[in-house]
């Protein structure tokens, strides 16, 4: 039961529909896209549910296979590779998510990505060709290491541009 619930009355459109538990109200949102247990909580926690009630319902989704962590964490971290983030970022998201540090340094152990290639893709994308200009560079490189590229990779990435223009 909603703590909201009391109370509610006409005109809010709550005598049209029956009250909804915390199991149904997530069951919902996983049928529309992955969620972790932690951000689950909160969306329950956030939408009026008792802390026991929303905990009960994670944890029954969990147990019948509804709810994973590990799926969880491997789809965003596709989601993410798929837009062109870094390891370092992404590692940051899924630790904000509640997932441990042994599945983050697994999943990305095991992704079959090159970081450098990903990492040039995205400079290619947003700055088009190489710069000579040192400032030019450092934007460049900033703009890595927003995006969660290891400093060794930006490193060489932005001292090839220097290299490529020197030698037209």
Do not use: C
């Not at 009391?6 to 149904?24: L, M």
């Not at 994308?125 to 030019?136: I, M, Q, T, V």
């Amino acid at each position: 039961m909603r703590k909201s619930d009391k109370g509610a009355g006409k005109g809010d459109g709550s005598a049209d529909r029956p009250n909804r538990t915390a199991y149904d109200k997530a069951l919902g949102l996983l049928a529309r896209r992955e969620h972790s247990r932690r951000e689950l909580r909160q969306k329950l926690d956030r939408g009026g549910f008792a802390r026991e009630e929303a905990t009960d319902a994670v944890a029954r989704l969990g147990d019948q296979g509804y709810q994973d962590d590990d799926r969880f964490a491997a789809s965003l971290m596709r989601s993410r590779i798929g837009q062109g983030y870094g390891p370092a970022r992404i590692r940051a998201e899924l630790r904000s998510q509640g997932i441990t540090d042994a599945v983050i340094r697994e999943l990305i152990e095991s992704a079959d990505v090159d970081w450098q290639d990903l990492a040039a893709g995205q400079l290619r994308r947003r700055y088009g060709g190489p710069s000579a200009d040192p400032a030019e560079r450092v934007r460049r490189a900033q703009f890595l290491l927003r995006r969660g590229f290891a400093a060794a990779t930006v490193r060489v990435l932005t001292h090839a541009d220097a290299e490529d223009t020197d030698d037209d």
